[in-house]
């Protein structure tokens, strides 16, 4: 196999390039040539040496796919530190991503230049990890130990323009990055610039308490997580210890996290992300249909959030409801949700105008004939679907996708009343839509291959993360989410109070606690989705009773400010006497002991739950892969991605 590294001399400056497609990541055929390359051009004629990358982007990290295995040498900091210590001045050039042990990389070279356009971060701490090639010790002596804190705690990339103003590179260059990066060394050359060693750099003057601040912002900002603490420890140790004493710590830290549990979870999450876009027997190049202009039906919670997902992504929309006034509503909230990114800044304000403007609304479905994709979003009623959609099948032009956003119906019985099934997918966005990552795409027993390639390339270009589910009620996320909510009920009946049920969840790393999360969908969706079902599709009545209850109290959630909890004015959940007074009465009926429950037993209950219906989803081939449920329930249900996903989780903990 050919290096993946090439050395040249051009003139008189050593060029090393590496091409080790598709992120150039640091595997030990790119370590190995690095070094090869230094061995020659510390033997050659050459004054200077640039390292460069081909393709998209400058290294990207570290190989993840060889985590978990030994380590072999030559190690990164290895590397590194030999760029470093090179007698002549090394030079990186930056395009792309340069992230991670990428970037450490360019840390080791004397001097740093980088496109506009280029990114540079140390996103280790995404996978349970941190900068383990020296960047925990380099990054606060070049740009200071408040700036290398939040780089490396946040994982969040900045641009080339506010990595130059943090002193982290030296020069921005608009185009043509190796002519610029090589006519800049022969100025270096001329100038007789030697090599600038980032590891003999004083740490900046810095205020001692401000490790103590991120720890304390860290323990709410990522509860439970051991990496972004151990980063700051690093950095602690960069500002109080010489270098090699405090690459020492790095080193011995980085070894204990890549062994952890957390680390091996944020790994296998960061490939089952990948793998989720991959759907068994549909070639990756598979035909997908061209698709610019959007039809929704339905402007209400979740039509309006699609509309704006679509409209941010740069397609044409035209928002379909019922009536002026109902259109006017779903515009009102549409317009209330570009006002709140503006002011939240996550969206300036022409950019906001600009996407808005993207929206159209219509109450006349002929609007809709020349539509590449319809979503229909309206109320969970599965007579209205089929009449929508059979209108759609004699209004939309051929080949049009016609999508459904239903969280229960059955999208096969929705394609029947069509004449063209193979063109119904179900695309079922989660609320916010405009927020959630999570898309599941859920393929009907007729859904043409290239509707499906269409709309998992849509989700990358909407930046949702895509999901194939297969119809059942409930797809993936919502069908767990029945055994979970009915575990949850025996546990109140058994004891166990509302208060305690979501602050162990909480304490285990989910995003909100059960009950919460049903007060916030409110208790009704759920009342009228069971009055809707058959008795014996029920399940035990002990498994509803409590909520039902309290619908016909009209106590239906966050939005009549009170359910499980009391809501006070600002949102904040009240524990309520008068519901455990109904829980304890309900208990009674059923006949059910009340015990004291711990944590621990709640927590393993709750998860079981989860993975014994995660298993069956997966026997049954609704979902193509274990992984892809830990990418749902991340992304779609608050799961803490540091423990991996509840399948990933299940098998770790043996459950
Ligand atoms: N190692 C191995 N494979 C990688 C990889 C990596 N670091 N990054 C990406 N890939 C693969 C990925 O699996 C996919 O493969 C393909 O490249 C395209 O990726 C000591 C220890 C760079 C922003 O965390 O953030 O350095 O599916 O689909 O959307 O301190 O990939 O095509 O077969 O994501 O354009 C630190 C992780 C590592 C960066 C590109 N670095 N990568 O995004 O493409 S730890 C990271 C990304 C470290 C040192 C420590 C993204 C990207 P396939 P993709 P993309
Ligand atoms: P909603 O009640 O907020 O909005 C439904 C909208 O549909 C209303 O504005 C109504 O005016 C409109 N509508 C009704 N009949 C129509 C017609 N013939 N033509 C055009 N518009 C019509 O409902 P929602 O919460 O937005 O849910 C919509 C769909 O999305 C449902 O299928 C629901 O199951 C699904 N869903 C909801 C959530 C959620 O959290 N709310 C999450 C995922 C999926």
Redesign the pocket.
């Known amino acids: 196999m050919p290096s993946p590294v090439n050395y040249t001399l051009t003139g008189d400056i050593g060029v090393i390039t590496i091409d080790h497609p598709p992120v150039n990541a640091l595997s030990l055929a790119v370590r190995q040539g690095i070094m090869d390359s230094l061995d020659a051009a510390a033997g050659d004629a050459s004054r200077a040496v640039l390292i460069i990358c081909e393709g998209r982007t400058f290294c990207a990290g570290a190989d993840i796919s060889e985590f978990g295995k030994p380590p072999e040498e030559p190690w990164l900091p290895a590397v590194v530190n030999r760029i470093e210590a090179f007698d002549k001045p090394v030079v990186a050039a930056l395009h792309g991503t340069a992230l991670g042990g990428g970037f450490e990389i360019a840390l080791g070279a004397h001097y740093r230049c980088a496109l506009a356009s280029a990114k540079i971060g140390l996103p280790e701490v995404r996978l349970g990890l941190l900068p383990g090639a020296g960047g925990t010790q380099r990054t606060p002596r070049l740009a200071g130990v408040g700036a290398a804190l939040d780089l490396m705690t946040s994982g969040v990339p900045v641009d080339a323009h506010r990595a130059l103003a943090a002193g982290l590179i030296d020069r921005v260059f608009d185009a043509d990055l190796a002519d610029a990066a090589m006519a800049w060394i022969a100025e270096l050359v001329d100038e007789d610039a030697g090599p600038r060693r980032a590891s003999e750099l004083p740490i900046a003057a810095h205020d001692g308490g401000i490790f103590d601040q991120y720890r304390a912002r860290l323990a709410k900002k990522a509860r439970g997580q051991v990496a972004p603490q151990a980063i700051v420890d690093c950095v602690e140790q960069a500002a109080m210890t010489e270098f090699a004493d405090g690459e020492a710590f790095e080193r011995e830290t980085f070894m204990k996290l890549m062994a952890g549990d957390q680390s091996a979870a944020l790994r296998h999450f960061f490939f089952a992300e990948r793998e989720a876009a991959k759907v068994e027997g549909l070639a990756m190049g598979a035909q997908t249909r061209p698709i610019e202009s959007v039809g929704i039906?339905?402007?209400?919670?979740?039509?309006?959030?699609i509309a704006m997902s679509f409209a941010n992504a740069g397609f044409a929309v035209t928002l379909?409801?019922?009536?002026d006034e109902?259109l006017d509503?779903?515009l009102s909230i549409v317009d209330r949700n570009y006002t709140g990114s503006v002011k939240r800044g996550k969206l300036s304000e022409d950019a906001a105008a600009a996407n808005r403007a993207r929206i159209a609304g219509s109450?006349d479905?002929a609007n809709l004939a020349d539509v590449d994709l319809v979503i229909?979003?309206?109320?969970?009623?599965p007579g209205?679907?089929k009449?929508?959609f059979a209108r759609l099948d004699g209004t939309c032009k051929p080949g049009a996708i016609l999508a459904?956003?239903?969280?229960?119906?059955d999208v096969d019985a929705i394609a029947a009343v069509t004449g063209r099934p193979q063109d119904v997918i179900g695309l079922?966005?989660?609320?916010p839509?405009h927020i959630m990552k999570l898309l599941e795409v859920v393929r009907g027993e007729k859904t043409a291959d290239d509707v499906l390639a269409t709309c998992m390339q849509l989700a990358k270009r909407l930046r949702k993360v895509p999901v194939v589910s297969g119809v059942c009620y409930g797809f993936i996320g919502?069908r767990m989410l029945r055994p979970y909510g009915k575990q949850v009920q025996l546990l109140l009946l058994e004891g166990a109070s509302p208060g305690q049920i979501d602050a162990a969840m909480e304490g285990f790393g989910m995003a909100m606690g059960p009950l919460r999360v049903f007060d916030l969908?409110?208790l009704d969706?759920g009342y009228k989705a069971r009055q809707a079902l058959p008795d014996e599709m029920k399940g035990d009545p002990a498994t509803y009773r409590v909520p039902e209850l309290l619908v016909e109290a009209g106590r239906l959630g966050q939005k009549s400010g009170a359910g499980f909890y009391r809501y006070d004015d600002d949102g904040k959940p009240i524990p309520d006497p008068a519901v455990d007074e109904i829980i304890e009465r309900t208990a009674q009926e059923f006949g059910i002991e009340r015990r004291e429950i711990g944590d621990d037993e709640i927590v393993e209950c709750l998860l079981r739950a989860l993975v014994d219906e995660g298993r069956k989803i997966v026997a049954e081939g609704i979902a193509q892969r274990e992984s892809d449920i830990d990418v749902v329930y991340v992304y779609g249900y608050g799961f803490p991605a540091w423990r991996g996903g509840p399948m990933h989780y299940g098998a770790a903990a043996g459950l």
Do not use: C
């Open positions: 039906i339905g402007g209400g919670t979740m039509g309006g959030g379909v409801e019922i009536s109902a509503r779903g109450t479905y229909e979003a309206v109320f969970e009623d209205l679907k009449e929508i459904t956003n239903t969280s229960y119906q079922h966005f989660f609320s839509a919502n969908a409110g969706v």
